[in-house]
């Protein structure tokens, strides 16, 4: 079984760009309180409205972070990493894809502790996946491959 990070690191600032930041992390708490509720056995809670806001969000991230101003401006300027963006893109599909599930077993369930680990799963691959982002955008930044200005 895969390792996912301990709570305290699991639910953290996503690293979103600034546009959407505030809003992103926001939701991350809230879906830091489902997983501890659910956890805890809590059925008191809205897995449905938490998770939806969650899908809305994470469409709204990668929307700005597909378009031209952000990964089109790397591709422009650094057109070898064309395959490693369109690799993050695919992963943007899969990711909101997965999170459907866990929202279908949110109607299948209700508020049930057996959403805990599956929650849980689904924010540790989106943190994984932005960290995978960072490292192809940091590479962009200084790799030397003959193009561009320096």
């Known amino acids: 079984m895969e390792q996912i990070a301990t709570v305290s690191t699991l639910f953290m600032p996503s ?9 992103l992390d926001a939701t991350l708490l809230e879906v830091a309180e489902l997983y501890t509720a659910l956890a805890a056995g809590r059925t008191d809670v ?3 409205g938490v998770l939806s806001a969650l899908r809305v969000d994470l469409e709204l991230h990668f929307a700005l972070e597909e378009g031209d101003a952000y990964f089109g401006a790397f591709v422009r300027d650094r057109p070898g990493l064309a395959h490693g963006v369109a690799e993050l893109c695919e992963e943007h ?11 279908a077993m949110v109607t299948a369930l ?10 849980a799963r689904f924010v540790q691959a989106f943190h994984d996946h932005e960290h995978k982002e960072a490292d192809l955008m940091q590479e962009a930044v ?9």
């Open 93 to 103: 599909t899969v990711m909101l894809e997965r999170l459907d599930g866990l929202r």
């Open 15 to 23: 690293g979103a760009g600034p546009s959407v930041r505030g809003r």
């Open 110 to 119: 209700g508020p049930s502790p057996e959403l805990a680990e599956p929650t």
């Open 46 to 48: 809205d897995p449905s």
């Open 142 to 150: 200084l790799r030397d491959d003959g193009t561009g200005p320096d």
